[in-house]
């Protein structure tokens, strides 16, 4: 690899980039294609920025902000109109063609085999041969996401939604409206595009918009300048807050206490702004309390009952290298899962089942009911 080529191509000096790699850039050898991926943000570098063997580089997908007060952030971010896409809850996965194999990259920049399985099966053929430089920038949804497991979206597996392209060794992304044009004519899923309005009208739409996502339970919008020239800036439904509160207090030791507290100030800070009457907000006040209690008490009386407390998710794939890969993908990233033997399925695959572990709540809840103190 020429170094002094891929340090011009990310606009830093040869020298810049020895020293990162001595702290931020970190070796994947494992599965190919070998890379090299950011480990951190750094000198206007995403995190999970991946330079490959062959000198290709995939920048790491931009944070998305998320606004508190939905009304002045409008007015503070956006110019004269505002495209509103749904935000998807599943993971982050760039795709990529690298020396023709197609590669799906996570946000950390690792190359995840079950991602690369799903892309290969769902991107057709005809993607990437007519666009061998394009990487898709989407979500990863369904109830087989081993990582965000979700049954509200129209699949009984696992779909892979485009919400942005871009293009490798390019920082920049398409946006909006390309994203949805490419996305139709190359048969993609694209996140569902739920409207463009003026800036100064906006807010109520909006509002409608998260309380009816809320109620079908799915997460919330990513608020997008059609013409691409400012930043997205996302915005979520109290009930999907709840359900991620939910999941969060059932693993309670697992989670960083931010998780906990940037929720519960999210539905302060919508309750204010929504100017809600006592009945609305004794209801929100039911559903965040009920979101955090009932998941605890849960995980405590099956502890006491001896229950091992542990989260199940499945997956199917077709080639069984890819369950197998995946088991040691997980594991290199700091999960404790248990694979099941793998079952050959009628569509010529294989069903997984996996028992992810969540140790720290485990244990902590184990000490607690024996009397351990906090
Ligand atoms: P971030 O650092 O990007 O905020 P995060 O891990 O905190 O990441 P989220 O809170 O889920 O993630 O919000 C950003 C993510 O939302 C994006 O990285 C992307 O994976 C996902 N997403 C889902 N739908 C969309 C969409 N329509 N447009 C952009 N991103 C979307
Ligand atoms: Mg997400």
Same mark, same amino acid.
């Given at each position: 690899?020429?170094?002094?080529r891929?340090a011009?191509?990310?606009?830093?000096?040869?020298?810049k980039?020895?020293s990162?790699?001595?702290?931020i &850039?970190?070796?994947?050898?494992?599965?190919?294609p070998?890379?090299?991926?950011? *480990?951190?943000a750094?000198s206007?570098?995403?995190?999970?920025?991946?330079i490959?063997?062959?000198?290709?580089i995939?920048?790491g997908?931009?944070?998305?902000?998320?606004?508190?007060m939905?009304?002045?952030a409008i007015?503070?971010?956006?110019?004269d109109?505002?495209?509103?896409?749904e935000k998807?809850?599943?993971?982050?996965?760039?795709?990529?063609?690298?020396?023709?194999?197609?590669?799906?990259?996570?946000?950390?920049?690792?190359?995840?085999?079950?991602s690369?399985?799903?892309?290969?099966r769902?991107?057709?053929?005809?993607?990437?041969?007519?666009?061998?430089?394009?990487?898709?920038?989407?979500?990863?949804?369904?109830?087989e996401?081993?990582?965000?497991s979700?049954?509200?979206y129209?699949?009984?597996?696992?779909?892979?939604?485009?919400?942005?392209?871009?293009?490798k060794?390019?920082?920049?992304?398409?946006?909006?409206?390309k994203t949805?044009?490419?996305a139709?004519?190359?048969?993609?899923?694209?996140?569902?595009?739920?409207?463009?309005?003026?800036?100064?009208?906006?807010?109520?739409?909006?509002?409608?918009?998260?309380?009816?996502?809320g109620?079908?339970?799915?997460?919330? &919008?990513?608020?997008?300048?059609p013409?691409?020239?400012?930043?997205?800036?996302?915005?979520?439904?109290?009930?999907?807050n709840?359900?991620?509160?939910e999941?969060?207090?059932?693993?309670?030791?697992?989670y960083?206490?931010?998780?906990?507290?940037?929720?519960?100030v999210? *539905?302060?800070?919508?309750s204010?702004?929504?100017?809600e009457?006592d009945?609305?907000?004794?209801?929100?006040?039911?559903r965040?309390?009920?979101?955090?209690?009932?998941?605890?008490?849960?995980t405590v009386k099956?502890?006491?009952?001896g229950?091992?407390i542990?989260?199940q998710v499945?997956?199917?794939?077709?080639?069984?290298?890819t369950?197998?890969?995946?088991?040691y993908?997980?594991?290199?990233?700091?999960?404790?899962?248990?694979?099941?033997?793998?079952?050959?399925?009628d569509?010529?695959?294989?069903?997984?089942?996996i028992t992810k572990?969540?140790?720290?709540t485990?244990?902590?809840?184990?000490?607690?009911?024996?009397g351990?103190?906090?």
């Open positions: 690899m020429n170094l002094q891929i011009d191509k990310l606009g830093i000096t040869l020298k980039l020895e990162l790699q001595e702290n &850039i970190r070796r994947s050898s494992w599965p190919e070998r890379l090299q991926r950011f *480990e951190k750094t206007g570098i995403e995190a999970g920025t991946a490959f063997d062959n000198g290709d995939v920048y997908y931009p944070k998305i902000r998320r606004a508190l939905l009304k002045a007015k503070r971010y956006f110019s109109r505002i495209a509103v896409e998807m809850n599943g993971y982050n996965v760039r795709v990529a063609s690298i020396d023709g194999e197609v590669v799906a990259l996570t946000r950390g920049g690792f190359v995840c085999p079950y690369t399985e799903v892309a290969s769902l991107i057709p053929e005809v993607v990437f041969n007519d666009h061998p430089e394009l990487v898709l920038c989407g979500e990863m949804v369904g109830p996401n081993p990582y965000v979700k049954d509200i129209p699949t009984d597996s696992i779909d892979f939604y485009i919400f942005d392209l871009s293009r060794n390019w920082k920049g992304t398409l946006g909006v409206h949805h044009e490419f139709e004519e190359h048969g993609l899923r694209a996140t569902p595009m739920l409207g463009e309005f003026r800036t100064d009208r906006a807010y109520d739409e909006i509002v409608g918009i998260v309380e009816r996502l109620k079908k339970g799915h997460e919330g &919008i990513v608020m997008k300048d013409e691409n020239k400012a930043m997205p800036v996302k915005y979520t439904c109290s009930e999907s709840c359900s991620d509160l999941v969060a207090f059932r693993y309670y030791n697992d960083a206490l931010d998780f906990f507290v940037s929720r519960a999210r *539905e302060g800070f919508q204010a702004e929504w100017n009457s009945e609305e907000r004794r209801a929100r006040a039911l965040i309390g009920e979101s955090i209690l009932l998941p605890l008490v849960d099956k502890k006491m009952s229950e091992q542990v989260q499945q997956i199917r794939v077709k080639n069984i290298q369950a197998r890969d995946f088991e993908h997980l594991r290199r990233s700091g999960m404790k899962a248990i694979f099941d033997q793998p079952e050959p399925n569509e010529g695959g294989y069903l997984v089942r572990l969540v140790m720290s485990n244990d902590k809840t184990q000490a607690l009911i024996e351990e103190m906090w």
